[in-house]
């Protein structure tokens, strides 16, 4: 997937002994992932490996649609084989610094722990995140050393040098995770989720039983200082920070992009304070992922698709941003043919489109003309195509118009920012997606809030640039644009006074 900010909330670890009678294993993690699992982590002791893989498969399609990270445990060839997010490895298990060099940086890769020591060399070797445990004597886990008991976490935690996400695992239910998630908390680090077993895969209702867990834990992770960045101050904030990171990083950002728009998008970046190369050619793709920043493809005027996928596919394994202007997607057989190539072969991070594009590719096509905004729509319609669409590729959705939307499945930002002028310029939209890739390609730990940041900046300065008095219709505006992208982004404070946000439940 394309990585966001990894939920850790409630993790999932299966158990298909546990699994009752009258019920599925495949079904049991559909009904959990229904109940609003974070993170499912596929455990298979005895099955032979090319039964594992079948299933894998299986899972991976769900935790696909729901927007959830799958890690594999132990199996590293299995986690490669369904291009898992990520690996759960054991003490005894394969060292996590050959698993890293087998799997490189962009995958997950979690440590169990039991001790200070063993969780100050997971962190040293540069684990993802720890599993801590066990907390509790527990019936899934036979030959468990002395349990640790929520002191025994929080002395692990209170050890941590340099803290990284932690789950505790081992015995945990509705019972006992308020009690856990409180106790172990040392003030200022905790645990930020919690991995059950026997209390999800043996229920007899897994939809309810997660959906009763993940309210204890939000309830508990508030009242230990967990912020949720889903508010309108938390997305403004971030968008004034942001802004000076392009600033301080100055990432390269790779555009293939349309020939209609690509001076305007190299200026756009430029004014940022990004720095743009616009290749097309093959041969310098996988050189340039190494140095890059961010990725950006955009449909507009098509030519070497194959180009554009390997570029996509180089710039993920160096873990950088992958974002997506699927113009006119929905306008010729050969466009939808396309965008289906990128879904399905590139990891993308971001999908910036107009409500055409976005509703097109959510199957309410018709709405599509050419490479032009619809205009108004039913707002539920926008939200429900941001949000399913978001969960459903495993990235972040942004559909633009007179008011923008953006998803990452969950969360829902709502920008009334622009001016009427933008549209009667060519290529405003890609110039957002540019910006887009700046904001992602410096901002790397939330990929929706990078996404609000990028909208917000070129809607505020299409504000100031139309208020300017030197400007007098589409031509100087669109230099005026230029211009306030560079003034907001070197005072983005004016991104906090101009920002009309507001989040969608
Ligand atoms: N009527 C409007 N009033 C204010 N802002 C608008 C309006 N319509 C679009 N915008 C803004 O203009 C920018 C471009 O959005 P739009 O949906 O027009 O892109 P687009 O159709 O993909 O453009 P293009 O294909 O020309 O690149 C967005 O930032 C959006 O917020
Ligand atoms: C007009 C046009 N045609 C292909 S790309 C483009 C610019 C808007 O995306």
């Known amino acids: 997937m394309a990585i966001k900010r ?68 132990d199996r590293l060839d299995v986690a490669q ?11 005894d298990d394969m060292p996590l610094t050959t698993a890293r060099q087998i799997l490189g940086t962009t995958k997950i890769i979690g440590v169990s722990c039991n001790t200070e020591e063993e969780a100050a060399i997971a962190i040293r070797d540069g684990a993802d995140y720890l599993g801590i445990g066990a907390v509790w004597f527990t019936s899934t886990k ?3 050393k002395e349990p640790l008991g929520i002191q025994g976490v929080r002395r692990i935690l209170e050890s941590m040098q340099h803290p990284i996400p932690t789950v505790a695992i081992g015995g945990i239910s509705a019972k006992n995770a308020c009690e856990l998630l409180e106790g172990s908390s040392t003030g200022e680090i905790h645990i930020d989720g919690l991995a059950i077993v026997s209390a999800i895969m043996a229920a007899e209702d897994p939809k309810a039983a997660c959906e009763e867990l993940l309210k204890l834990i939000r309830h508990s992770l508030s009242k230990v200082g967990v912020k949720a960045y889903n508010t309108v101050d938390d997305a403004i904030q971030f968008a004034v920070q942001a802004a000076k990171n392009i ?35 093959r041969q310098e793709m996988e050189e340039l992922a190494a140095v890059n920043g961010a990725m950006l493809l955009n449909m507009g005027t098509l030519n070497d698709v194959d180009a554009m996928i ?19 997607c929905g306008a010729t057989a050969f466009r939808r043919e396309t965008l289906k190539r990128f879904l399905d072969e590139c ?24 490479v032009d905004s619809v205009g108004n ?22 559909l633009t118009g007179p008011t923008d939307y953006i998803s990452d499945g969950g969360r829902v930002f709502a920008i009334e920012n622009g001016d009427a002028l933008l549209p009667l310029i060519t290529g405003s939209g890609c110039m957002v997606s540019s910006v887009v890739a700046c904001f992602a390609a410096a901002n790397r730990d939330d990929y929706l809030l990078a996404t609000v940041a990028g909208i917000l ?28 992208l560079h003034n907001v982004t070197n005072t983005p404070e004016l991104l906090a006074q101009y920002a009309r946000i507001r989040t969608i439940q």
């Open 6 to 73: 990894v939920d850790y909330s409630l993790y999932l670890v299966t158990d298909r002994s546990l699994v009752p009678e009258t019920k599925t294993f495949l079904g049991q993690i559909e009904r959990a992932l229904e109940g609003g699992v974070t993170l499912v982590q596929l455990r298979e002791k005895d099955t032979e490996t090319g039964a594992f893989i079948d299933f894998a498969f299986k899972v991976k399609a769900l935790t696909r649609k729901f927007g959830v990270p799958l890690i594999i445990n």
């Open 81 to 91: 084989a369904v291009d898992a997010e990520g690996v759960h490895i054991g003490q």
């Open 142 to 144: 036979k030959n468990i």
């Open 247 to 281: 600033k301080d990083k100055t990432p390269m950002v790779h555009h293939i992009t349309n020939y209609v728009v690509i001076n305007d998008n190299a200026n756009a970046t430029l004014a940022v304070g990004a720095s743009p190369i616009m290749s097309t050619n």
């Open 310 to 328: 390997s570029a996509a596919q180089a710039n993920s394994r160096h873990g950088n941003p992958v974002v997506l202007d699927p113009v006119g």
């Open 347 to 370: 990891k993308l991070t971001v999908v910036k489109g107009n409500a055409g594009e976005i509703l097109s590719m959510a199957g309410l096509g018709g709405r599509s003309r050419g």
């Open 377 to 398: 729509n039913e707002e539920q319609l926008m939200v429900d195509a941001v949000r399913t669409l978001a969960k459903q590729n495993n990235c972040v959705i942004g």
């Open 457 to 484: 900046t070129v809607t505020v300065a299409s504000e100031i640039a139309a208020s300017r008095e030197y400007v007098n219709g589409p031509g100087t505006f669109r230099g005026a644009l230029i211009d306030e």
